[in-house]
C-alpha cells in the first residue's frame, strides 16, 4: 500500500477489486459474520503474543498486521456495502470523543 492513501482511496480500491466479481459485496449479515470471523482470528494471534497461550509447534505463524488488515478489508467492504463513507464516520465519532468525553481521561501535562 503506498503511503499517503485516504481512507476514500481504500474505499475505492475495495470497490475497484469487489466489482470484477458478479457476486458483488456480501449481504450485511453475512458480511457482520466474516468481521466477527476476522476478529476472532485477530484476537487468537494477540493472545498469542501477549496472552498466556503460547501457538502450538504445528500452527503457522500469522502476524497481527495480517489479521487487522483482514478485519480492515471487511469494514471496508461492509461500509461500501452499506454506501457509508468511513471518512464521514471517524469524523463524527472523533467529534463524540472530542465533546461528550473529553474530560473522561486525564491529560499528559504539556510543558
Not at 91 to 107: A, G, L, Q, S
Request: net charge negative; proline share 2%; aromatic share 10%.
Amino acid at each position: 500500500m503506498a503511503a499517503g492513501k485516504t481512507m476514500k482511496d481504500l474505499q475505492r480500491e475495495v470497490d475497484t477489486y469487489i466489482s470484477q466479481f458478479k457476486e458483488g459485496y456480501f449481504s450485511p449479515l453475512a458480511m457482520l459474520a466474516r468481521m466477527t470471523e476476522e476478529l476472532g482470528e485477530l484476537a487468537r494471534e494477540v493472545n498469542h503474543y501477549y496472552g498466556e497461550k503460547p501457538k502450538k509447534s504445528i500452527e503457522t505463524e500469522k502476524a497481527i498486521e495480517e489479521e487487522l488488515g483482514d478485519l480492515l478489508f471487511v469494514i471496508i467492504c461492509f461500509a461500501n456495502s452499506l454506501q457509508i463513507d468511513l471518512e464521514e464516520a471517524h469524523d463524527i465519532v472523533m467529534n463524540k470523543f472530542n465533546t461528550r468525553d473529553k474530560n473522561r481521561w486525564t491529560r499528559i501535562e504539556q510543558d
